[in-house]
Protein backbone atom coordinates (compact mmCIF):
# COMPACT_ATOMS: atom_id res chain seq x y z
CA UNK A 1 0.00 0.00 0.00
CA UNK A 2 2.52 2.55 0.73
CA UNK A 3 4.47 1.99 -2.45
CA UNK A 4 1.38 3.37 -4.43
CA UNK A 5 0.90 5.85 -1.97
CA UNK A 6 4.13 7.23 -3.05
CA UNK A 7 3.80 6.61 -6.72
CA UNK A 8 0.19 8.56 -6.53
CA UNK A 9 2.49 11.13 -4.59
CA UNK A 10 4.68 11.52 -6.95
CA UNK A 11 1.99 11.69 -10.28
CA UNK A 12 0.42 14.64 -8.26
CA UNK A 13 3.52 16.28 -7.57
CA UNK A 14 4.92 15.88 -11.31
CA UNK A 15 0.32 16.79 -12.39
CA UNK A 16 1.41 20.36 -10.38
CA UNK A 17 4.74 21.28 -11.94
CA UNK A 18 3.87 20.74 -14.96
CA UNK A 19 0.60 23.01 -14.31
CA UNK A 20 3.13 25.90 -12.51
CA UNK A 21 4.81 25.24 -15.96
CA UNK A 22 2.50 25.74 -18.47
CA UNK A 23 1.02 28.80 -16.28
CA UNK A 24 4.50 30.81 -16.15
CA UNK A 25 4.96 30.29 -19.89
CA UNK A 26 1.23 31.84 -21.05
CA UNK A 27 2.38 34.24 -18.21
CA UNK A 28 6.07 35.09 -19.16
CA UNK A 29 4.95 35.85 -23.22
CA UNK A 30 6.35 39.28 -23.53
CA UNK A 31 4.86 42.21 -25.68
CA UNK A 32 6.99 44.09 -28.42
CA UNK A 33 7.56 46.78 -26.11
CA UNK A 34 9.07 44.67 -23.30
CA UNK A 35 10.99 42.73 -25.62
CA UNK A 36 12.13 46.03 -27.42
CA UNK A 37 13.24 47.28 -24.07
CA UNK A 38 15.18 44.21 -22.96
CA UNK A 39 17.21 44.38 -25.98
CA UNK A 40 17.68 48.34 -25.83
CA UNK A 41 18.54 47.97 -21.89
CA UNK A 42 21.86 46.10 -22.73
CA UNK A 43 25.00 48.63 -23.56
CA UNK A 44 25.96 46.47 -26.39
CA UNK A 45 28.98 48.91 -27.36
CA UNK A 46 30.49 48.39 -24.01
CA UNK A 47 30.18 44.85 -24.84
CA UNK A 48 31.78 45.06 -28.26
CA UNK A 49 34.43 46.72 -26.36
CA UNK A 50 35.34 44.16 -24.09
CA UNK A 51 35.43 41.05 -26.59
CA UNK A 52 37.11 43.50 -29.38
CA UNK A 53 40.63 41.72 -30.70
CA UNK A 54 42.14 45.01 -31.76
CA UNK A 55 41.51 46.28 -28.33
CA UNK A 56 42.92 42.93 -26.39
CA UNK A 57 46.02 43.25 -28.55
CA UNK A 58 46.47 46.71 -28.12
CA UNK A 59 46.33 45.74 -24.29
CA UNK A 60 48.83 42.79 -24.55
CA UNK A 61 51.52 45.01 -26.47
CA UNK A 62 51.23 47.79 -24.00
CA UNK A 63 51.06 46.04 -20.37
CA UNK A 64 53.54 43.12 -18.80
CA UNK A 65 52.44 39.97 -19.39
CA UNK A 66 51.30 39.23 -15.61
CA UNK A 67 48.96 42.84 -15.55
CA UNK A 68 47.88 41.87 -18.88
CA UNK A 69 46.40 38.68 -17.34
CA UNK A 70 44.93 39.76 -14.52
CA UNK A 71 42.98 42.53 -17.03
CA UNK A 72 41.96 39.85 -19.57
CA UNK A 73 40.86 37.95 -16.61
CA UNK A 74 38.54 40.57 -15.51
CA UNK A 75 37.45 41.70 -18.85
CA UNK A 76 36.50 38.08 -19.70
CA UNK A 77 34.05 38.11 -16.35
CA UNK A 78 32.71 41.04 -17.63
CA UNK A 79 32.04 39.83 -20.65
CA UNK A 80 30.72 36.73 -19.45
CA UNK A 81 27.91 38.85 -17.63
CA UNK A 82 26.95 40.32 -20.77
CA UNK A 83 26.71 37.18 -22.56
CA UNK A 84 24.49 36.10 -19.73
CA UNK A 85 22.27 39.56 -20.46
CA UNK A 86 21.94 38.47 -23.92
CA UNK A 87 20.98 34.89 -22.95
CA UNK A 88 17.90 36.18 -20.93
CA UNK A 89 17.22 38.75 -23.81
CA UNK A 90 17.11 36.32 -26.41
CA UNK A 91 14.77 33.93 -24.04
CA UNK A 92 12.58 36.99 -24.00
CA UNK A 93 12.88 37.72 -27.78
CA UNK A 94 12.02 33.84 -28.24
CA UNK A 95 8.60 33.90 -25.97
CA UNK A 96 7.50 37.36 -27.82
CA UNK A 97 8.57 35.21 -31.29
CA UNK A 98 6.37 32.15 -29.83
CA UNK A 99 3.67 34.32 -28.96
CA UNK A 100 3.63 36.38 -32.20
CA UNK A 101 3.00 33.13 -34.47
CA UNK A 102 0.24 32.70 -33.57
CA UNK A 103 -0.98 36.06 -34.78
CA UNK A 104 -4.02 35.62 -37.34
CA UNK A 105 -2.43 38.08 -39.81
CA UNK A 106 0.03 35.82 -41.51
CA UNK A 107 2.55 38.28 -42.01
CA UNK A 108 3.52 39.23 -38.26
CA UNK A 109 2.89 35.39 -37.45
CA UNK A 110 5.97 34.99 -40.44
CA UNK A 111 7.66 38.31 -38.60
CA UNK A 112 7.17 36.26 -35.26
CA UNK A 113 8.65 33.08 -36.45
CA UNK A 114 11.65 35.29 -37.52
CA UNK A 115 12.23 36.70 -34.76
CA UNK A 116 11.77 33.31 -32.83
CA UNK A 117 14.61 31.28 -34.97
CA UNK A 118 16.55 34.45 -34.30
CA UNK A 119 16.30 34.17 -30.59
CA UNK A 120 17.07 30.29 -31.04
CA UNK A 121 20.16 31.30 -32.90
CA UNK A 122 21.43 34.10 -30.35
CA UNK A 123 20.96 31.56 -27.25
CA UNK A 124 23.29 29.25 -28.88
CA UNK A 125 25.63 31.94 -30.14
CA UNK A 126 25.43 32.81 -26.31
CA UNK A 127 26.27 29.50 -25.05
CA UNK A 128 29.32 29.19 -27.00
CA UNK A 129 30.14 32.59 -26.51
CA UNK A 130 30.16 31.13 -22.42
CA UNK A 131 32.60 28.97 -23.13
CA UNK A 132 34.62 30.77 -24.96
CA UNK A 133 35.00 33.08 -22.50
CA UNK A 134 35.16 31.16 -19.07
CA UNK A 135 38.00 29.33 -21.13
CA UNK A 136 39.61 32.80 -21.98
CA UNK A 137 39.22 34.02 -17.80
CA UNK A 138 40.79 30.32 -16.93
CA UNK A 139 43.60 30.66 -19.75
CA UNK A 140 44.29 34.41 -20.18
CA UNK A 141 47.45 33.29 -22.18
CA UNK A 142 44.85 32.22 -25.13
CA UNK A 143 44.59 34.46 -28.07
CA UNK A 144 41.55 36.53 -28.82
CA UNK A 145 38.20 33.95 -29.81
CA UNK A 146 36.75 36.54 -31.71
CA UNK A 147 32.66 37.03 -30.73
CA UNK A 148 31.62 38.40 -34.41
CA UNK A 149 28.56 35.98 -34.91
CA UNK A 150 27.05 36.41 -31.52
CA UNK A 151 27.20 40.24 -32.22
CA UNK A 152 26.11 39.64 -36.02
CA UNK A 153 22.62 37.26 -34.39
CA UNK A 154 22.13 40.02 -31.69
CA UNK A 155 22.19 42.44 -34.10
CA UNK A 156 19.83 40.83 -36.26
CA UNK A 157 17.83 39.77 -33.40
CA UNK A 158 17.69 43.62 -32.74
CA UNK A 159 16.85 44.19 -36.18
CA UNK A 160 13.90 42.01 -36.96
CA UNK A 161 12.32 43.06 -33.55
CA UNK A 162 12.63 46.62 -34.80
CA UNK A 163 11.04 45.68 -38.18
CA UNK A 164 7.78 43.85 -36.19
CA UNK A 165 7.00 46.51 -33.97
CA UNK A 166 6.94 48.77 -37.35
CA UNK A 167 5.07 46.04 -39.38
CA UNK A 168 2.92 45.61 -36.36
CA UNK A 169 1.94 49.25 -35.74
CA UNK A 170 1.26 50.02 -39.84
CA UNK A 171 -1.30 47.12 -39.53
CA UNK A 172 -2.97 48.51 -36.40
CA UNK A 173 -3.18 52.27 -37.66
CA UNK A 174 -4.69 50.87 -41.23
CA UNK A 175 -7.51 49.35 -39.46
Do not use: C, W
Not at 63 to 89: G, M
Amino acid sequence: MSTTLLFVLIAFVLLLSFAYLAVRRTKGAADVDQALTTVQALDIEAFRNLVDPEEEAFLRARLPAQEFRRIKQERARAALAYVKALSHASLQLARFGDAAQRNPDPAIAASGRQIAESATYLRLRALDARVQLTLSAAFPGLGPRPLGPLLEQYDRAAHLLQNHNGLKRARSEAA
